[in-house]
Nanobody, 115 residues
Framework: QVQLVESGGGLVQAGGSLRLSCRAS????????MAWYRQAPGNQREFVARIGPGGYTDYGDSVKGRFTISRDNAGKTSYLQMNSLNPDDTALYSCRAVYYGRDFWGQGTQVTVSS
């Protein structure tokens, strides 16, 4: 079983930055596939970024060039560096991990960007 806990959300002004963290715990080895999604009220869940084996990364079109996903050497913590934030980035950001073919999700951390 994998438990995921996100942190780092908060209120920030437009143009500002935040760094989110997703820490995985449980009787696990390193996690090869970790990703971030977000969901704003009234909207569908949106893919933000993912990191895979060998450090492969992929980003949603709306965050390319502004957000950076990374992972610690132990493969148990994912980070999402978010720069040049704008009000459209306001959402609940959730972490996802795929471990031995099973999906795990965290509870999310709220990001609010004021104009």
């Amino acid at each position: 079983q994998v438990q995921l806990v996100e942190s780092g959300g908060g209120l920030v002004q437009a143009g500002g930055s935040l760094r989110l963290s997703c820490r995985a715990s449980g009787t696990i080895l390193s996690i090869n596939h970790m990703a971030w999604y977000r969901q704003a009220p009234g909207n569908q869940r949106e893919f933000v970024a993912r990191i895979g084996p060998g450090g492969y990364t992929d980003y949603g079109d709306s965050v390319k060039g502004r957000f950076t996903i990374s992972r610690d050497n132990a493969g148990k913590t994912s980070y999402l560096q978010m720069n040049s934030l704008n009000p459209d980035d306001t959402a609940l950001y959730s972490c996802r991990a795929v471990y031995y073919g099973r999906d795990f999700w965290g509870q999310g951390t709220q990001v609010t960007v004021s104009s």
